[in-house]
């Protein structure tokens, strides 16, 4: 998992409310599992598997199973709250999605840690290659895959 800092309660305001506008124009109801599982995804830090976020609800409330939980992240994905990833090894990975924010992900081949990045010269890059090619980039992903500092060290 990456280390990243826990959203500010404002955030988290905007996006229960934006949540709660998505179920409500669905048609879904809130239910205190749901919240709960959303609660704790919010103040998650990192790439959580949805075993990983199990483990975390769980520590809340033991009576949470594993398809709410893998639910509520499809619910969080499709109102635009979480997004899902994957880096190459199988399991699928949630992440709080911010709207205005992009980075990449450092992935290390060995112990799976991941980092995440900014880098303005890249971004501008990418830009200038996509333009180039007669492109405007709506969305990407890059992800670098590699041997961590730990585990080269140990190597």
């Known amino acids: 998992m990456t280390e990243k800092q826990s959203i500010d309660e404002d955030t988290l305001q905007q996006l229960r409310k ?3 506008t998505f179920m409500e124009k669905n048609g879904l109801r809130s239910t205190a599992q749901r919240r709960t599982v959303t609660d704790v995804f919010l103040r998650a830090t990192g790439h959580l598997s949805i075993e990983e976020l199990l483990a975390l609800v769980r520590d809340r409330d033991p009576k949470i199973g594993y398809a709410t939980v893998y639910r509520t992240l499809k619910l969080l994905k499709d109102c635009g709250i979480a997004y899902e990833r994957h880096f190459g090894d199988g399991v699928s990975r949630y992440e709080i999605a ?3 924010e992009h980075h990449d992900h450092l992935i290390c081949l060995e112990c799976g840690k991941i980092v995440e990045f900014e880098n303005e010269e890249i971004e501008r890059l990418q830009e200038r290659l996509a333009a180039e090619h007669g492109f405007t980039l709506k969305r990407h992903t890059h992800e670098l895959y590699g041997v961590c500092a730990d585990c080269a060290a140990t190597s």
């Open 18 to 20: 934006k949540l709660s």
């Open 98 to 100: 911010f709207v205005d």
